[in-house]
């Protein structure tokens, strides 16, 4: 397995930053590869990507989720990966996102790019690409406020509205 692991700060309260990644049909939009996320419910997701002219369906489920603070996954079938963003205020203002990743390279090309750090530069531009959007709109274009914790869902927070 391959593990990535990538900061950024984010000139956003820590709430938008947070909102606006749980809006996971959005992560085409600053995630290079990513062509399509479909959410099925509070936990399901359905990602389809395309990396270096490989195509790949697969699905994932949010393990936890905690507002303004952690966002963790695990793919169910299809290439295996998962991880975590985490979220911490550095001011009122500012944010800082950490993501890590961890996966299975599987192709030659995929763990030949693992091996020479390519897949740690792809989610630093991703990361690059989130905080140009999210600083450019300086708002959430929506968000989910409730907790999952071991794949559970707790609806206090629900969406917001």
Do not use: C
């Not at 909102?19 to 990513?34: A, C, D, L, R």
């Not at 990396?51 to 169910?76: E, F, H, M, T």
């Not at 079938?77 to 390279?105: H, K, M």
């Amino acid at each position: 397995m391959a593990t990535v692991n990538k900061s950024i700060e984010v000139d956003v309260p820590v709430s938008v930053a947070y909102n606006q990644w749980t809006q996971f049909e959005s992560f085409p939009e600053f995630m290079n590869g990513v062509e399509a996320v479909r959410q099925f419910d509070d936990t399901a997701l359905h990602f389809s990507t395309n990396v270096g002219g490989v195509k790949r369906d697969y699905n994932a489920q949010i393990i936890d989720q905690v507002p303004d603070s952690l966002v963790s996954w695990a793919s169910v079938d299809g290439p295996r990966n998962g991880g975590s963003v985490t979220f911490e205020p550095l001011d009122a203002g500012r944010t800082r996102v950490n993501v890590e990743i961890v996966w299975e390279p599987e192709t030659l090309a995929e763990k030949a790019g693992s091996a020479v750090g390519a897949d740690s530069l792809r989610v630093g531009a991703d990361l690059d690409k989130f905080k140009k959007f999210i600083e450019a709109q300086g708002h959430e274009t929506g968000g989910w406020r409730g907790t999952i914790s071991g794949g559970d869902v707790d609806e206090a927070g629900g969406p917001l509205v």
